[in-house]
């Protein structure tokens, strides 16, 4: 995510005639804490609301794949395939 949109940028100090690192509005400056669906069982978040020995149902875990959203290759059809590699399309 860091790579994506870092937490910090150049920003000039004009006080000091120098620059300095600055937070990027909208990015993540600290560690947040993973939501109840997200957090893995080893979580303290977890921990502290369920005996070790609870195993969690669907309602309680987000499990879902990120390859799920992915569209298989051989799948596009009609005037797309048609299309030569590269082209522009309108």
């Given at each position: 995510?860091?790579?994506?949109?870092?937490?910090?940028?150049?920003?000039?100090?004009?006080?000091?005639?120098?620059?300095?690192?600055?937070?990027v509005p909208g990015?993540?400056?600290?560690?947040?804490?993973?939501?109840?669906?997200?957090?893995?069982?080893?979580?303290?978040?977890?921990?502290?609301?369920?005996?070790?020995?609870?195993?969690?149902?669907?309602?309680?875990?987000?499990?879902?794949?990120?390859?799920?959203?992915?569209?298989?290759?051989?799948?596009?059809?009609?005037?797309?395939?048609?299309?030569?590699?590269?082209?522009?399309?309108?």
């Open positions: 995510m860091t790579a994506l949109r870092p937490p910090t940028r150049a920003v000039r100090d004009d006080a000091a005639e120098m620059w300095v690192c600055g937070p990015s993540l400056t600290a560690a947040v804490d993973p939501g109840l669906l997200e957090a893995p069982d080893e979580s303290p978040l977890i921990a502290a609301l369920f005996p070790r020995s609870h195993e969690r149902i669907p309602g309680e875990v987000l499990d879902e794949e990120a390859s799920d959203g992915i569209r298989d290759s051989g799948l596009p059809t009609g005037a797309g395939c048609a299309l030569p590699t590269g082209s522009a399309r309108t």
